[in-house]
């Protein structure tokens, strides 16, 4: 069994006991070692969640990360990716940076309708979302645009597009620009059934991280976990004599 679904599964335990929040922390090493098989890593993601929204078939879950660059839009997009091919999820990958675009950009996505813009016109939602090949992953890219529009997020039509997108899919991942630079993820953490904080391992203080984690639970968002991402492992130098 993975290690880091038992550590995990710890966590999920610790908390059932204590009647704390406790944050799932997931030892993730992914982009650094080739040796870890990302899709085992991500299934075992897949399989916490489930123990975190066991009543729930059709679920919204959030990727976060404090500041660009902790590798938040990978984690995402390799989440939603397994979750469609090797779980059978009909799944939508929603880019909702709009600074960036992300994902929209590494599936060469281009269209003249992004989420939001369905948000506001939703006789237009199935402009907004696009098929990746023959497979049962979707994409809804973002808006293009940095103007900020926090009417988007207070507005009704905003969980009457989640009710809907939900009927149709089984996964909604949202990957979020840094709240470093946006405060959307936070205006979104609410309405979503989860949030996952990305963190990246040895450059982003834990002190951050818990800051983040309790301002995502102030506005109402359920924290599921946080992943360590680019976690580092040492070989100390005696080692090395023997290698």
Excluded: C
């Excluded at 402009?127 to 926090?150: D, K, M, Y």
């Excluded at 359920?222 to 100390?236: A, D, H």
């Amino acid at each position: 069994m993975s290690k880091i679904y038992e550590a995990l599964q710890q966590a999920h335990r610790e908390k059932k006991t204590s009647g704390k929040s406790v944050e799932a922390i997931i030892p993730q090493n992914l982009l650094l070692n080739e040796k870890v098989d990302m899709g085992e890593e991500m299934l075992s993601l897949f399989k916490v969640i489930d123990t975190r929204l066991p009543d729930m078939k059709n679920r919204v879950v959030q990727f976060i990360g404090s500041r660009p660059g902790e590798g938040t839009s990978t984690i995402a997009r390799e989440f939603a990716r397994i979750a469609a091919e090797r779980i059978g999820q009909r799944v939508l990958l929603v880019d909702a940076d709009r600074y960036e675009g992300t994902q929209s950009k590494f599936y060469s996505v281009q269209s003249q309708r992004s989420w939001a813009q369905a948000i506001e016109e939703p006789a237009d939602l199935g402009l907004a979302i696009h098929r990746v090949r023959e497979s049962s992953l979707f994409i809804s890219p973002a808006s293009n645009t940095g103007a900020p529009t926090p009417e988007l997020f207070n507005s009704p039509r905003f969980e009457e597009f989640w009710a809907s997108i939900k009927l149709n899919f089984d996964l909604v991942v949202i990957d979020s620009p840094a709240l470093a630079i946006s405060p959307d993820a936070f205006a979104i953490a609410s309405k979503v059934d989860g949030v996952i904080l990305v963190v990246e391992a040895e450059k982003s203080k834990w002190r951050t991280a818990r800051y983040v984690r309790e301002q995502i639970e102030r506005v109402g968002g359920n924290m599921l976990g946080i992943v360590f991402n680019k976690r580092r492992y040492y070989i100390p130098q005696s080692i090395y004599k023997h290698l």
